[in-house]
């Protein structure tokens, strides 16, 4: 993840065009803050991450070192906000717009970091710079260059008598979109500039409120 430092495991392990899959896999969930008035305030956004990834953090950090998949309550202070260390431009890989327009988001608020059967889970908060009527918000979780992968499948959570819904990604289409776009380009610039495709690959939130 482009927020992170970056790590020597990952780097010994992605050769030229890694970047052609997804090589970190985040389960993710949502919690919409949304007033009786139905304004959109603030997302809860919940990231678990795959066991390999986990353990790459796990080693980088020095951390588990008795390998049984959980930490001590001094290790898992050293964890907190590990993955909210953002680097300069980064967005979040968390997308909202209304009408086709981008929402701002403020920067992260850690809300809590654990570890179970190896994996670590965080969740943290983004308060919108500006609060928006939430009814038609459109909300994706993606990594621009596709190598992360997210899939929103820890829970949907809408306040403020809204609700939400999940629509998955047309795979075809998404697979079909690579497969133009690295045609379009040469060999050598796929190598080392893979196109950004991960918005197509990304499940879509929509918001309604009201009958």
Known sequence: MKHLAPLLALALLAPAGAAAHPHIFVDTGMKLVVTDGGQLQAVEI????????????????????????????????????????????????????????????????????????????????????????????????????????YTVNQGLEVSGGCQGSITPPNLDQAYTLVEELLYAMPAEQAEETYPEVGEAFADTVRVSCGA
Do not use: M, N
């Open 46 to 149: 919940t990231w678990a991450y795959d066991e390999f990834y986990s353990l790459l953090i796990f080693e980088d950090r020095g951390l588990d070192s008795d390998f049984d998949g959980s930490l001590t309550a001094g290790e898992l202070a050293q964890l907190q906000g590990f993955d909210l260390a953002w680097s300069e431009g980064f967005q979040g890989d968390t997308y909202l717009t209304l009408d086709g327009e981008a929402l701002g988001l403020g920067a992260p608020e850690h809300l809590s970091t654990e570890v179970k059967d190896g994996r670590i889970t965080t969740r943290h908060r983004r308060v919108l710079t500006q609060p928006q009527a939430a009814d038609g918000v459109v909300i994706k979780a993606y990594d621009p260059t596709y190598y992360t992968a």
